[in-house]
């Protein structure tokens, strides 16, 4: 089993910046990629942004290109999501998401959600 732990979700203010970071924890697993979603208030849940271990090859929502960034500490098994020039539209509980092989089986985890408002 993999468990997934975010953190640094919180209210900013438009404009402003916020780090999420998901640290991804359990015994003899690998991971194939970690992603970030987002469901806003009667919205469906949609991808954010996904890196793929091997090779760090990045996707990304168009609503969030050049204002987002996720990145990966592999030894530690963590990923963050750099948000900057956040915006109303962005309020949303964001959700980590990884896909990870566990002896010979390949599985899907996800995190609990943290919550980002962003509100003047």
């Known amino acids: 089993q993999v468990q997934l732990v975010e953190s640094g979700g919180g209210l900013v203010q438009p404009g402003g910046s916020l780090r999420l970071s998901c640290a991804a924890s359990?015994?003899?697993?690998?991971?194939?990629?970690m992603a970030w979603y987002r469901q806003g208030p009667r919205k469906a849940r949609e991808l954010v942004a996904r890196?793929?271990?091997?090779?760090?090859?990045?996707t990304y929502a168009d609503s969030v290109k050049g204002r987002f960034t996720i990145s990966t500490d592999n030894a530690e098994n963590t990923v963050y999501l750099q948000m900057n020039s956040l915006k109303p539209e962005d309020t949303a509980v964001y959700y980590c998401?990884?896909?990870?092989?566990?002896?010979?089986?390949?599985?899907?985890?996800w995190g609990q959600g943290t919550q980002v408002t962003v509100s003047s």
């Open positions: 359990g015994s003899s697993f690998s991971i194939n990629f």
């Open positions: 890196i793929i271990s091997n090779g760090g090859k990045t």
């Open positions: 998401n990884a896909e990870a092989v566990v002896r010979t089986w390949t599985f899907n985890y």
